[in-house]
């Protein structure tokens, strides 16, 4: 899962991520960056309008280059992409607090539109070395976010 959301996202990452419900969806805002560097402010007000930047041209632009080759590009491609990586920031987020206390692993099978796979298991044992291994053995199809949290 986070290995296909790593792929998803290229360079770019959402940090500061705050979100609440909102009338027509969810509602957030992030700064994003690539490569590490702060291009600015995103966000999505939750009433079904598009996705707001607050980024210079160059970097906006690059982003809509970059995220016309991940979703469809026939209307706001900058937006559809950002709102995926949003999505999977907030997943990432679950993952990692899920992970501090539990094994998680991934069930192959159902993915979104982007290839990341959407069903998850959690395994309420501590994700000592044993215990992984232990679960590897006994479900080889599975695998476990453990070993891909490095990654984001």
């Not at 995926?84 to 099978?109: F, N």
């Not at 215990?131 to 599975?142: F, H, M, S, V």
Request: aromatic share 10%; hydrophobic share 40%.
């Amino acid at each position: 899962m986070i290995k296909e959301i790593v792929a998803f996202a290229g360079s770019y990452r959402l940090k500061n991520l705050k979100s609440c419900n909102g009338s027509d969806g969810l509602a957030w805002s992030a700064t994003l960056y690539k490569d590490g560097r702060k291009l600015g402010e995103v966000r999505d007000g939750g009433h079904g309008g598009p996705v707001e930047f607050n980024l210079s041209a160059s970097d906006l632009n690059a982003l809509t280059a970059y995220s016309v080759t991940k979703v469809d590009p026939s209307f706001e491609p900058e937006g559809s992409f950002v709102a995926a990586l949003a999505d999977y920031t907030e997943s990432i987020k679950r993952i990692k607090r899920m992970g501090s206390k539990s094994v998680v692993a991934i069930i192959e099978g159902d993915t979104d539109d982007y290839g990341v796979p959407q069903r998850v298991s959690q395994f309420r044992c501590a994700p000592t070395p044993a215990n992984l291994a232990a679960i590897k053995a006994k479900y080889p199809g599975y695998r476990l976010l453990a070993d891909e949290i490095a990654l984001w």
